[in-house]
T-cell receptor
Framework: NAGVTQTPKFQVLKTGQSMTLQCAQDMNHNSMYWYRQDPGMGLRLIYYSASEGTTDKGEVPNGYNVSRLNKREFSLRLESAAPSQTSVYFC????????FGQGTRLTVV | ELKVEQNPLFLSMQEGKNYTIYCNYSTTSDRLYWYRQDPGKSLESLFVLLSNGAVKQEGRLMASLDTKARLSTLHITAAVHDLSATYFCAVTLNNQGGKLIFGQGTELSVKP
């Protein structure tokens, strides 16, 4: 039972490079989320998707885009990475209860 | 705008002692969660509280919800070292498709 799977687990980017973080869930959940976690800041919501075909901005959407490809998959794209986007990124999915992936540690140099 | 505030943010306890973590939120919500996070790990679900007056217990942890006061508590009984972790509460907005907002987290350290 995989739950929520994120790829990659680690990534180093140069400033200005682009990349996509992938997230897939196998629990048939409608809602999916992307968060970033920085020391002392808790988890801050970047974007979320209440259902397939819909996405909405969260608390810190600037510099990011998302795609809800289908019910299972929700990707997060950094078009032009900046050092301020160095963080740990978590994907989650939920119905009654929210489940989290293992996280992606992203460093932008 | 929904805001979620936890206190304290840091808590150092002795083994065997009791303590409570508080979670306040600013607008009506339909669901409150408590999570545990160990260093370098993902979040582990502890409790989901769905209604006013809900109380759930698992081992030395007990969570409660007062929707009228917009307050949830996580009570730790007779703390042990294994409970050392960061604890987060999170709240969903009513009628917002489950938008899930987190508190800042409480870093708990239990010392012998």
């Amino acid at each position: 039972n995989a739950g929520v799977t994120q790829t990659p687990k680690f990534q180093v980017l140069k400033t200005g490079q682009s990349m996509t973080l992938q997230c897939a869930q196998d629990m048939n959940h409608n809602s999916m989320y992307w968060y970033r976690q920085d020391p002392g800041m808790g988890l801050r919501l970047i974007y979320y998707s209440a259902s397939e075909g819909t996405t909405d901005k969260g608390e810190v959407p600037n510099g990011y885009n998302v795609s809800r490809l289908n019910k299972r998959e929700f990707s997060l794209r950094l078009e032009s990475a900046a050092p301020s986007q160095t963080s740990v990124y978590f994907c989650a999915s939920s119905e009654e209860e929210a489940f989290f992936g293992q996280g992606t540690r992203l460093t932008v140099v | 705008e929904l805001k979620v505030e936890q206190n304290p943010l840091f808590l150092s306890m002795q083994e065997g002692k009791n303590y409570t973590i508080y979670c306040n939120y600013s607008t009506t919500s339909d669901r409150l969660y408590w999570y545990r996070q160990d260093p370098g790990k993902s979040l582990e679900s502890l409790f989901v509280l769905l209604s006013n007056g809900a109380v759930k217990q698992e081992g030395r942890l007990m969570a409660s919800l007062d929707t009228k006061a917009r307050l949830s508590t996580l009570h730790i009984t007779a703390a042990v070292h294994d409970l050392s972790a960061t604890y987060f509460c999170a709240v969903t907005l009513n009628n917002q498709g489950g938008k899930l907002i987190f508190g800042q987290g409480t870093e708990l350290s239990v010392k012998p």
